[in-house]
């Protein structure tokens, strides 16, 4: 069968690569551990031969991790381009995807990448994870963000819920510390502050008032009695909590973001622990956020907002991986 070959192209973007296929060890370290610049095919097969991924590896691929794994994208003959390339499919260079997606298809028998990631020296990866010094941060997954209808719902969040409750019983079973946050203020305003000028349900005490159900946790959140809730009145955990005095208490120097909103408390959250020297990461499929309308600058749909934080975040400030390779980093 021919082999479709690929490179992925930044179109100014940055990311961060993982390994698929069987590589051999050799390429598997070269490739996982490496950060690669924007490179022109020849120099690309250059990089990939030192690396050991050629002839019987030619079946190997790697991606940015914010997208799916290509070779399921090619399995069901996704678009990369102009055309439709199907698995087997010979192609001419095809040209960077005009959505966005970045990906450039080849035909041939080899596996090239000629990979974008970040500048030297930039970016972030926690490995190994030590379970007895992490704490996983479930931020603000409240009713008044996830309950159907609610003021401020994100239904990407609430379809995460069983996802995250899966990944805190493997917290639980392994050690790693469960901390919760639920962002309220007072019925009488007095520590609003802005955001009553920046969200009207919160200024018409309809949302995230402190006492009410929907400042409450959601139900079908997997919360045990013994893990601690700090409630918070700023986007971040760590403005004006006890947060960073639990985790110092306990030992902790690695903190695991998750919950709601991707792009505010979730990217506040892990920024004021990397300013705290805590080693930072966030789960990529255990955050979520809602639509963005217009105000001036152009609309956004969830999804967007969602990965431009992530890419923001990879790139400045955490490492950013899967529920899934959180949990192969604990076990390994």
């Known amino acids: 069968m021919t082999r479709v070959r690929i490179a ?46 050629g002839g019987a590896e030619a079946g190997c691929l790697v991606t940015d991790r914010l997208h799916a794994p290509l070779d399921v994208l090619l399995g069901k003959g996704w678009d990369v381009g102009p055309d439709r390339v199907a698995p087997g499919a010979a192609a001419e260079p095809r040209g960077v995807d005009p959505a966005g997606a970045g990906l450039v298809a080849y035909d041939g028998s080899l ?7 970040y500048p030297s020296g930039m970016g972030y990866r926690l490995d190994p994870i030590e ?45 790693v510390f ?3 946050t639920a962002h309220v203020h007072r019925a009488d305003g ?24 929907g400042a409450e946790l959601y139900a079908e959140v997997d919360r045990r009695p013994d893990e601690p809730v700090v409630r918070k009145h700023r986007y971040s955990a760590f403005f004006g909590t006890d947060l960073e005095m639990i985790l110092r208490g306990r030992g902790i120097d690695t903190v695991v973001a998750t919950g709601v909103t991707t792009e505010d408390c979730v990217h506040a959250t892990i920024r004021d622990a990397m300013f705290r020297d805590f080693r930072p990461a966030v789960l990529s499929d255990l955050c979520a956020t809602y639509d963005h309308p217009d105000l001036g600058h152009g609309a956004m749909k969830a999804a967007e907002v969602h990965t431009a934080t992530l890419v923001v975040l990879a790139q400045s400030t955490a490492d950013v991986l899967t529920s899934e390779e959180f949990r192969t980093r604990l076990s390994g």
């Open 8 to 53: 992925i192209h930044p179109d100014g973007g940055l990311g961060r690569f993982r390994l698929y296929g069987q590589p051999t060890e050799a390429a598997r370290e070269a490739l996982a551990r490496r950060w690669f610049t924007l490179l022109p095919e020849p120099q690309a097969l250059a990089v990939l031969a030192e690396a050991g991924v």
């Open 111 to 117: 596996t090239v990448v000629a990979s974008a990631c």
């Open 131 to 175: 379970p007895g010094r992490t704490a996983l941060i479930v931020v603000d997954m409240q009713h008044d963000f996830l309950a159907p209808g609610a003021p401020l719902e994100s239904p990407d969040g609430r379809a995460m819920v069983p996802r995250l409750n899966e990944t805190l019983e493997l917290c639980r079973r392994v050690g």
């Open 178 to 180: 469960v901390v919760f």
């Open 190 to 213: 007095s520590d609003m502050g802005r955001f009553a000028d920046l969200y009207p349900p919160i200024a018409e005490r309809v949302a995230l008032i402190d006492g009410t159900p």
